[in-house]
Structure formats: C-alpha cells, structure tokens
T-cell receptor
Framework: GAGVSQSPSNKVTEKGKDVELRCDPISGHTALYWYRQSLGQGLEFLIYFQGNSAPDKSGLPSDRFSAERTGGSVSTLTIQRTQQEDSAVYLC?????FGSGQSSYNEQFFGPGTRLTVL | KNQVEQSPQSLIILEGKNCTLQCNYTVSPFSNLRWYKQDTGRGPVSLTIMTFSENTKSNGRYTATLDADTKQSSLHITASQLSDSASYICVVRTNYGGSQGNLIFGKGTKLSVKP
C-alpha cells in the first residue's frame, strides 16, 4: 500500500473485554512502532519491532498489553481485560530500518491511528 | 536521562503572523532531530530533519534551526495559514541506548491559527 494502514479506525468496547488492533506497515519497512496518545497528550511509546530482533517491550504499561508481528509485516496490538484508562488513540508507525548514517532510514511514517473507547 | 522538552505547550496566533516553536533536548549521543506536524485526527508527518552539522533547513514556510552546542532547536513558521493549526512534535534520535527505537519524543506544541 501507499502508506501505513490501521484497523479498525474506531473501536468502542466494554470494560473487561479484549481488543485487537491491527497495523499494516509500508512494504519493505523493517521497523515498526506502536504508540498511545491520550487526549491532548504527547505520544507514549509502547513497543518497537526491528527485523528479526527481539522486540523492545519497555513501554508496555501492563501485562494486559501485548503485541506481535507476524512474518515481519503485519502487527497486532492486543489489550486484554480493557480498562477505561486504556481509552486513547493507538498509533502505529514504520520506518525503513536502522542505519545511523542514513537519516532516511529512521523517518517514521505513521498510520491514521485507532481510536479506542472503553465504556 | 534523555529528554525532549517543547515550548510553549500551546499557542494561538492570527492568520498571516509568524511564530517560533522551541525544542530543548538532553539526548546524548545525538544523531538527528525531526519536526513532525500532526493534524487533528491524523498521524504525525515529518516536516524536516536536522543532523549535527546542519544549522538551518527550510521546507516551504517552515524553517528549522539547530544549535548542537546548546542542544536547542526551533521551528519557525512564516505567514501562518489556517491549515498550520496542528500539533508540532520534536523527536530526537540517539545512536545508542537501544530503547524505544532510540527515539525520544517531545510532548508537542499545539498551534491554533485564527482568522
């Protein structure tokens, strides 16, 4: 595709339910990031995938949050037993990769986000 | 601790006026600094990137500056338009540390351009 796509665009769920958010990165991009953005706040890092390396999960706020990236492409962010404080926009970004001498490698291209509302 | 601080937190200006947004960072070692524009309801889009050796870079009505000695960057918007209303995010990359993909985000400046 031409850009990063995310689905669904909006998700309303009841407290305690599980949700899955999907991210389709730009083809060929080896790096994939998930962020959370609460209303009026900055981007909060959640998790980062780079190629076949073990993901950096240091930003996941609790063990209710998990993510996987299958085949180095599509990624799914899963939130179990959702809470009202999980309500936010979840943004996915991808980049070509990781080259310290090539700034183009680390330009992130963001998807439109998934707006999650937990009632 | 690697941090990126942006100011002001929010700003309201009249259409046609100029404005300057600030970004101060304590990230080390420094690799590059990007300014992103995030329209409401959309993901951020890169405006410009600054590397260590660059002092000034322009992209249309947007001009970014970088002072690597004082670890400060600014984004100047000339002749503002209503479409400039957005959040502007400063992101600094470090080559080491390994966490968060080596990217440290500021909280952004929310700019509102009024007619």
């Amino acid at each position: 595709g031409a850009g990063v796509s995310q689905s669904p665009s909006n998700k309303v769920t009841e407290k305690g339910k599980d949700v899955e958010l999907r991210c389709d990165p730009i083809s060929g991009h080896t790096a994939l990031y998930w962020y959370r953005q609460s209303l009026g706040q900055g981007l909060e890092f959640l998790i980062y995938f780079q190629g076949n390396s073990a993901p950096d999960k240091s930003g996941l706020p609790s063990d209710r949050f998990s993510a996987e990236r299958t085949g180095g492409s599509v990624s799914t962010l899963t939130i179990q037993r959702t809470q009202q404080e999980d309500s936010a926009v979840y943004l996915c970004a991808s980049s070509l990769g990781f080259g310290s001498g090539q700034s183009s490698y680390n330009e992130q291209f963001f998807g439109p986000g998934t707006r999650l509302t937990v009632l | 601790k690697n941090q990126v601080e942006q100011s002001p937190q929010s700003l309201i200006i009249l259409e046609g006026k100029n404005c300057t947004l600030q970004c101060n960072y304590t990230v080390s070692p420094f690799s590059n600094l990007r300014w992103y524009k995030q329209d409401t309801g959309r993901g951020p889009v890169s405006l410009t990137i600054m590397t260590f050796s660059e002092n000034t870079k322009s992209n249309g009505r947007y001009t970014a500056t970088l002072d690597a000695d004082t670890k400060q960057s600014s984004l100047h918007i000339t002749a503002s338009q209503l479409s400039d209303s957005a959040s502007y995010i400063c992101v600094v990359r470090t080559n080491y540390g390994g966490s968060q993909g080596n990217l440290i985000f500021g909280k952004g400046t929310k700019l509102s351009v009024k007619p």
